[in-house]
């Protein structure tokens, strides 16, 4: 059983910053990748950053250069630090976790940017 859990979601005026953090646990192979989508009201589910465990990282045109992925292969944890954020980030941001080659997903938490 893999369980993701996720936290640092909030409220954050425009300019500032958050940072996401994503735990996972149960039976987790060593190679795997890691990441964030999100999904805004009546948006499809996009992919916001993803980071393999040997560090190869891709980021969506939207949020290259402010927001930056990271993994601590160890504890199987990502993170999602997010910089100059806009209203346009406003979404529920869900970790994922491909897992021999079987896709997992967090609950979500929700980021919500005001102007």
């Known amino acids: 059983q893999v369980q993701l859990v996720e936290s640092g979601g909030g409220l954050v005026q425009t300019g500032g910053s958050l940072r996401l953090s994503c735990a996972a646990s149960?039976?987790?192979?060593?190679?795997?990748?890691m990441g964030w989508y999100r999904q805004a009201p009546g948006k499809q589910r996009d992919m916001v950053a993803t980071i393999t465990s040997v560090g190869t990282t891709n980021y969506a045109d939207s949020v290259r250069g402010r927001f930056t992925i990271s993994k601590d292969n160890a504890n199987n944890t990502v993170y999602l630090q997010m910089n100059s954020l806009k209203p346009e980030d406003t979404a529920v941001y869900c970790c994922?976790?491909?897992?021999?080659?079987?896709?997992?997903w967090g609950q979500g938490t929700q980021v919500t940017v005001s102007s």
């Open positions: 994922s976790l491909l897992n021999w080659l079987k896709p997992y």
């Open positions: 149960g039976s987790i192979f060593s190679i795997n990748t």
